[in-house]
């Protein structure tokens, strides 16, 4: 079993390794859209990339949703080569904005703020993209993946909301956050002190006052109570989805990372779990040019899950009478 897979990891990894950037030719061009969601109180923007056919085409399209770091913004997936890594496939890739807020419905919100950021991506976002777009909008037809804090948005989402994606993925990611922040809590410990945020503008992002990284980091309390940062904790959340619905899980993380210590805990988890998984850690820190060279591989491991699945459900519909004619 295992020299099967030892041998099926070689031919997969030979594959994607011709669609490294220099194979991929021009980068598919990236919109910046706006859209307004009730969840937040604002309008927020995105980044797509349409398959490179998808106006000569009627056909829909698999979406991986790709989720930016703290500090961060919608743009940051384009910068680090989303363009060039999408080229091959017949996918749809969306980058989001969510600012600071860890992907999360705040337990407290100040000055008259709305922040139920969960909400935005998984009932806003998502809604807004199927009806926009030609989407396969269904669970098969979904993936998330995200880098840092988006890591962590990334799984923490995947795991809350099994229904909706197949294929849930994390680079670098902060895995621990609400398990950490759990203990403090239990603890009593006080959270550990932040500098406060710039309040300087970044004019590139465009979105009326939400450039700079004061306006952009929530204000009140993202966890209250330890059961806050229990429902948000890959490492109890992964363990309450019944295993015939878990997505696929992709990981990795750089060597030189201060996050790896987190994605080989929750890996350790998984193994012990017998919860399929794929993890990758290679030379690296928590730096922009181990993203560009990861994503490619993340991409070709999560839209190949993402086609399975697909073939799976299509097979599952064909009337009986149908198959055994």
């Not at 840092?148 to 849930?168: E, Q, R, T, V």
Request: charged residues 20%; neutral net charge.
């Amino acid at each position: 079993m295992m020299k099967n897979y030892c041998v099926g990891l070689a031919t997969f990894v030979v594959l994607w390794l011709g669609l490294t950037p220099c194979g991929f030719g021009e980068p598919l061009p990236v919109k910046t859209v706006a859209f307004s969601s009730d969840a937040v109180g604002r309008t927020m923007k995105y980044n797509i990339i349409l398959p490179a056919k998808y106006d000569q085409s009627s056909d829909r399209y698999p979406v991986l949703y790709l989720l930016h770091g703290f500090s961060s913004n919608y743009r940051a997936w384009a910068r680090l080569g989303a363009g060039e890594a999408a080229r091959p496939y017949d996918l749809i890739v969306v980058m989001p904005d969510v600012g600071n807020s860890w992907y999360v419905n705040w337990a407290v919100s100040e000055d008259a703020q709305k922040n139920r950021w969960e909400d935005y991506m998984i009932k806003d976002l998502i809604d807004h993209i199927d009806a926009t777009y030609r989407t396969i909008a269904k669970r098969e037809g979904r993936a998330i993946n995200g880098l840092s804090m988006g890591g962590y948005g990334a799984i923490m989402l995947g795991l809350k909301h099994p229904d909706l994606f197949c294929s849930i993925g994390s680079h670098s990611g902060a895995l621990s956050f609400a398990k950490s922040a759990g203990e403090r809590l239990r603890s009593g410990q006080p959270a550990p002190p932040r500098k406060e945020p710039s309040t300087t503008p970044v004019p590139e992002i465009g979105i009326e006052g939400f450039t700079s990284q004061a306006e952009r980091t929530p204000k009140g309390k993202i966890f209250e109570k330890v059961e806050d940062c229990a429902a948000c904790d890959p490492f109890q959340l992964v363990l309450q989805v019944p295993r015939e619905q878990l997505p696929h899980i992709y990981l990795d993380c750089g060597t030189e990372d201060r996050l790896i210590a987190s994605a080989q805990e929750f890996a350790k988890l998984l193994m012990e779990k017998k919860i399929p998984f794929t993890y990758a850690q290679s030379p690296g820190g928590h730096t922009g040019p181990y993203w560009t060279r990861e994503l490619g591989l993340s991409m070709a491991v999560q839209y190949t899950i993402l086609k399975r699945h697909l073939k799976d459900s299509a097979k599952s519909s064909v009337p009986a009478a149908t198959k055994e004619n």
